[in-house]
C-alpha cells in the first residue's frame, strides 16, 4: 500500500542517500522551483507535492549513478512511497536511463526544468554576483549554445522538455529563473 510522504521524511530519505553538499543542493533547488511551476501552473493545492518530487528526484544520483532513475524506484517502492512519487522522479530519466515517458504536467516540468537549474546556476556563478538574481534570459542563452559550458547539462533533454510542454525555450529558461530567483535564499543557505 503506498503512502504520502511528508517533506521532512522525504529531506530524511534523500539525506540517508546523499551526503554530497552538491547533491542536497542541488535538491533543495528542484523542490524550490518545482513548487514554483505547480504555482505558476494552477497547481497550487498540490504545490508541497511537486516540491517533494522534485526534492526527491535523484535520491539514487550519489550512490548508484549507474542506475540512476531505476534504483529509485526500488528504494522508494520498498519504503511504500506513493507511486506517484515513484512515476514522476524515475520519468525525469526518460530516453536516459529509463522508458518511462512524462505525462503529467508536473512530470513534463521536472524533466525540463532539471538540467536546465545547472546551467542556469553554472551561469549565475560566471556572474560578479554569483546569484542568478541578476541574470538574465540573454546571457543563459549565450552560454546554452556554447555545449562546452556546463557539458554535463543536456541541451537534448532541455529541448525534448520543451517541446513536451509545448513551450518556446526563452519561455522555459526564463520562467526558471525567475523559479530559482524565487528559493534561491533557501538553496544559497544552505549548509
Known sequence: MSETISREQAWELLCEYNKE??????????????????????Y?????????????????????????????QEIMRERHIDERIVRATASHGYAITVDIKPEHQMEKVLYAAD???????????????????????????????????AAGCSREVIERGCKMLGWDLNYLIEQTILAMRSCEDIYENFE
Open 21 to 42: 553538499h552538491f547533491h542536497l543542493k542541488h535538491a533543495l533547488t528542484v523542490e524550490g522551483v518545482m513548487k514554483y511551476f505547480a504555482d505558476l501552473l494552477g
Open 44 to 72: 497550487s493545492k498540490e504545490k508541497e507535492f511537486w516540491g517533494i518530487v522534485g526534492l526527491l528526484h535523484d535520491l539514487d544520483f550519489e550512490r548508484y549513478p549507474e542506475e540512476h532513475c531505476m534504483k529509485e
Open 115 to 149: 538540467e536546465l537549474t545547472g546551467l542556469i546556476y553554472a551561469a549565475a556563478l560566471m556572474r560578479p554576483s554569483k546569484s542568478v538574481q541578476d541574470i538574465e534570459v540573454k546571457s543563459v542563452r549565450k552560454k546554452y549554445k556554447n555545449a562546452n559550458f
